[in-house]
């Protein structure tokens, strides 16, 4: 049976399956094999794309020690915030706090053009029209309703949807495995010599992608059962099953192509993303390719859903520990939820949203290109303070802890985080288009931007309330 006391989360609604399958909801396995796999392909460095999944995905795990240890030190809706909090004091909470905001955000709205603009055009194949901004309206109202209401209903909805895109993938994986590819099932696409061709940076980019939403398993950490198991185990299963994942279906991508006809198959595309729905016509035929184009957009609905959440619990928190008003910190009467964030987040989406609409921008090109990568860019320079966090958390307050866990491996995955932060930011209009406009300045500026706002929070708070500017992270189940 859950309780809470007013104010708070919904305890004790998600298990392990359940917080596991809200995480990869967001890493969106489809999205990331249609969309995203053949651009890295064809703009990282090709059949290299496997081996590099694999180091990304030691990153992802040498990260996670670090993040895991300080998780059962830590049980609060504020994730990366609540790390800050706990190692760094208030003020870089404060800045953490706001950038949170913006990257997610960003996420949130970038996902909502890609998804009109796909389901436009896999919608009116069936005879369905509506102009993109229709299937984005459509989806905005729907994550709201799941969002205002209880988290563990959100859940159900996610962990069907996760399930049916793993399915639809593994059926084309395990086809091309079965018929032996194009021309044999060639193992050389992990030789390190293949890593290394072509654009290595931006192969690296791409992958890191694919995993971001995965550290947000620390969000549920109020609403989880038994959180001190639940979070660090479903920590390292999100990781290991997105690392796996990819590893073993973008290998299978390139011997179904043939990995010397593969860039030049793509480039041959109009759309990249068509690859994926080539193989499917391939190697399984009738009607998987449709049925994959109908889960693509729901693969995308989950990850708007995903996001939602987190932005609704980063709001409540800001709001609770006196970051933003009052307001923002109290939930639902009856549902429980962190309900004032949610409806916050669903009016911004919609702004965004009439803006790009009204002003005739692409919901691909422009829309989801722009914008989603000021998330990314947020989320590295996250991870980048999380990590820092640890080190000095268990320098400072849990002495004896295991220095590969506390030091060495935060210390690892903070410097390639914080290289490839610099990376994005420096050539952020180069990554979206935008270079030379003043876009191209502005979106990556966000960030910075966002934390000198939290920072200048957390001084307010600090000089108001001292007492409560101390209490920042503090244990919340």
């Known amino acids: 049976m859950s309780t809470a006391g007013s104010n708070q989360l919904r305890r004790n609604s998600l298990g392990l399956i359940a917080v596991t399958f809200m995480v990869i909801s967001a890493a969106a396995p489809l999205t990331g094999v249609a969309g995203a796999m053949p651009l890295a392909f064809m703009l990282g460095n090709g059949a ?19 993040y895991v240890a300080m998780s059962r030190h830590v049980t609060n809706a504020g994730a990366f915030y609540a790390y800050a909090a706990r190692g760094l004091g208030g003020r870089s909470a404060g800045a953490v706090a706001l950038v949170a905001l913006v990257a997610y955000n960003a996420m949130q709205f970038g996902l909502i053009g890609l998804l009109g603009g796909i389901a436009s055009g896999v919608f009116s194949e069936l005879g369905l029209v509506l102009p993109w901004w229709g299937w984005s309206l459509i989806a905005v109202v729907l994550v709201a309703i799941l969002g205002y209401r209880q988290v563990d209903l959100s859940a159900k909805v996610l962990v069907v949807a996760v399930a049916l895109e793993y399915l639809i993938v593994l059926i084309v994986d395990f086809t091309i495995l079965g018929k032996g590819g194009d021309h044999g099932l060639a193992l050389n696409v992990f030789d390190p010599a293949a890593m290394f061709s072509g654009s290595l940076t931006a192969a690296i980019l791409f992958c890191l992608g694919s995993f971001i939403g995965f550290e947000a398993t620390t969000i549920y950490a109020e609403e989880a059962r038994d ?18 994942f990819f590893v073993f279906t973008t290998w299978l991508m390139i011997v179904g192509i043939g990995a010397d006809k593969l860039v030049p198959t793509i ?15 391939r190697y399984v035929g009738g009607p998987i390719p449709t049925i994959a184009g109908i889960l693509l957009v729901s693969s995308l609905f989950a990850a708007l859903s995903a996001f939602h959440n987190y932005i609704a619990r980063y709001s409540y928190v800001a709001g609770r520990e006196g970051l933003l008003p009052a307001a923002f910190g109290r939930t639902h009467a009856d549902h429980q939820s962190p309900h004032i964030g949610s409806v916050v987040q669903t009016i911004g989406a919609l702004i965004v949203l009439a803006i790009f609409a009204g002003l005739g921008l692409d919901p691909v090109l422009n829309m989801f290109t722009w914008i989603s990568q000021v998330g990314t860019l947020g989320v590295l320079g996250m991870m980048t303070v ?41 050539h952020f209009g180069d990554l979206t288009g935008t270079t030379g406009g003043a876009l191209g300045v502005i979106l990556p500026a966000l960030i910075p931007a966002a934390a000198v706002v939290g920072y200048g929070l957390s001084l307010r708070l600090e000089r108001a309330d001292p007492a409560r500017f101390a209490r920042m992270g503090e244990n919340q189940a």
Not at 51 to 59: E, G, Q, R, Y
Not at 228 to 244: D, H, N, Q, W
Not at 402 to 417: D, K
């Open 48 to 66: 290299g794309i496997p081996a590099t999944f694999i180091f990304v995905t030691l990153v992802m795990l040498a990260f996670s020690a670090g």
């Open 227 to 244: 959180p001190e198991k639940t979070i660090p185990r479903a920590t390292y299963l999100s990781v290991l099953m997105i690392g796996i």
């Open 267 to 281: 480039q041959g595309y109009g759309d990249p993303s068509a690859l994926f729905f080539d193989l499917a016509g």
């Open 386 to 426: 999380t990590s820092l966090s640890v080190i000095v958390f268990f320098r400072n307050k849990q002495a004896g802890a295991p220095a590969l866990s506390t030091v060495v491996l935060p210390a690892l995955s903070g410097v390639i985080m914080a290289a490839l932060f610099v990376y994005i930011f420096l």
